[in-house]
């Protein structure tokens, strides 16, 4: 019987051929990058560190961009990924909603991150590139490029944020297994990193330090390009594979979303959902109004309480200005378990999505999510990593939603990867030990000052 399928499978040739990029599709476009050097628009030092064939995305007014054969071929180590009905969820809300989950943290790294991480390296090696430099915060985006980087012989340096080099030990094990060179970061290979180490030797780091350092790695080593794990357009356009899958799926059950629900650190997971959803609902083609809710951690509140404006991508200033959510770029996130989820902006497409009120957003502390995630692996057995647990969270309250109105909505989250590598947050958190933490307003009223005195020029530009 269809309606008692568990596990909604496809089979290898099912892999989208073509990735959908959002781009023509916005609401309204994208404001451009601004170089603070020249004061105008202009894209700074991103050519210098980005394949060509990577520019040409991140700026692509085509629809569909096709997927190399040589990607597709590594995708099909994990991919068609999973979707599953969460039955045992929905028996314990006692809810009459249908919930269910697209699984990214059945891929060798344990999320969704290799699909980007893949192709960035096919790209890089294709333009001779021998080696790419980037940063990870919770250590899945470095895990994803060692691997992806592996699958094509190129070299990869990763600069990984202090707090989670010393609670994510294996991660780093994991990259060096896969031949990755792991720093801790601040680190003193950098300029960047070594004049934060003097003012503060123990800086416990923040995903904007670990761009600057990568950035500045890539910037002066002529064999080495820079690779990033989300924010940029065409790394959210990569993980569309996600969602495309998603709609094949749920048609073999006959059903289509009421609502989507995922997290955001800087929205590429939830895009990589969404953005073929988000396409029916432009082209006409959707048959519900779907609602897009993204959800974030209190204490890193980047589309909840950050401001939207013109900032870098990294404290140390070296990346272009970008129009997005955020919270200040020399923000020091407190040391939450959800590393993914403590950078300081969101994607400028996202942002862009966000102020036209096609999302709705939500922020979760980390006690709320992890009683959410205690609940789902209670009654369906998986363990997620940290960051979707504030997806858990946001389909537990629309699943208790529908129970009190008895409307038999459809729900959609992305567990967009597993918390094997994360049991030293669960031990924290079964032992009390974690605190409900909400990022200040003040201190985001204090970042956006010491921005406009920077860039006094920058109120002028819309
Ligand atoms: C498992 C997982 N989920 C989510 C995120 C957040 O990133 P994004 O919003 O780009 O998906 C990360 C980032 O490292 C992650 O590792």
């Known amino acids: 019987m269809v309606d008692k399928k568990r596990k909604i499978l496809l089979d290898e040739e099912d892999i989208p051929k073509q990735w959908y990029c959002i781009l023509p599709d916005l609401p309204k476009p994208m404001p451009p990058l601004i170089d603070p050097a020249t004061k105008e628009p202009g894209p700074g030092i991103v050519p210098q560190i980005f394949p060509k064939e990577i520019l040409a995305q991140e700026m692509s007014q085509e629809r569909w961009i096709d997927i190399p054969e040589e990607v597709r071929e590594v995708y099909r180590l994990w991919r068609p990924t999973p979707l599953i009905r969460a039955f045992g969820l929905e028996k314990a809300l006692k809810t009459p909603a249908k919930i269910y989950y697209k699984n990214e943290g059945v891929s060798p790294p344990g999320s969704h991150k290799p699909n ?42 990763v600069y990984m944020v202090r707090v989670s080099y010393d609670q994510k030990p294996y991660r780093r094990i994991m990259m060096e297994l896969w031949n990755a060179e792991v720093h801790a970061s601040p680190s003193n290979k950098t300029d960047a990193g070594r004049k934060i180490l003097e003012e503060d030797p123990n800086n416990s780091g923040s995903l904007g330090i670990a761009i600057s350092e990568a950035v500045e790695d890539a910037l002066n080593h002529e064999e080495a390009n820079y690779s990033i794990g989300s924010v940029f357009n065409h790394v959210l356009t990569h993980q569309t594979v996600i969602g495309q899958e ?8 006959d059903d289509y979303p009421d609502v989507i629900i995922g997290c955001i650190g800087g929205g590429s997971s939830f895009s990589g959902l ?6 029916d609902k432009v082209s006409g083609k959707a048959p519900k109004d779907i609602k897009f809710i993204a959800t974030e951690a209190t204490a890193c509140p980047s589309i909840t309480r950050g401001e939207y404006a013109y900032d870098h991508g990294d404290t140390a200033r070296l990346t272009p200005l970008v129009k997005m959510h955020t919270l200040g770029h020399d923000f020091i996130p407190p040391p939450i378990h959800s590393g993914g989820l403590r950078y300081h902006g969101i994607a400028p497409t996202l942002s862009v999505l966000n102020q036209a009120k096609i999302l709705e957003t ?69 032992q009390g030990n974690l605190q409900p933490y909400e990022y200040p307003k003040e201190e985001v009223a204090k970042a956006m000052k010491k921005l406009k005195d920077l860039y006094p020029w920058l109120g002028t530009v819309s």
């Open 274 to 279: 969404m953005w073929p959803f988000y396409y």
């Open 116 to 157: 980007t991480a893949v192709a960035q390296a096919y790209y890089n090696m294709k333009e001779g590139k021998e080696r790419l430099a980037t940063e990870t915060g919770a250590g899945q985006w470095g895990s994803a490029l060692s691997f992806g980087c592996m699958t094509f012989d190129v070299e990869c340096t």
């Open 362 to 430: 939500r922020a979760y502390n980390q006690v709320e999510v992890f009683d959410a995630a205690r609940l789902f692996i209670k009654s369906e057995g998986e363990i997620p990593a940290p960051e979707p647990t504030h997806a858990i969270k946001g389909v537990i309250d629309e699943a208790l939603k529908c129970k009190k109105t008895g409307e038999e909505k459809t729900l959609l989250f992305l567990l967009c990867g597993h918390g094997h590598f994360d049991m030293k947050a669960y031990d924290d958190y079964l």
């Open 246 to 253: 998603t709609k094949k799926q749920l048609e073999l059950v």
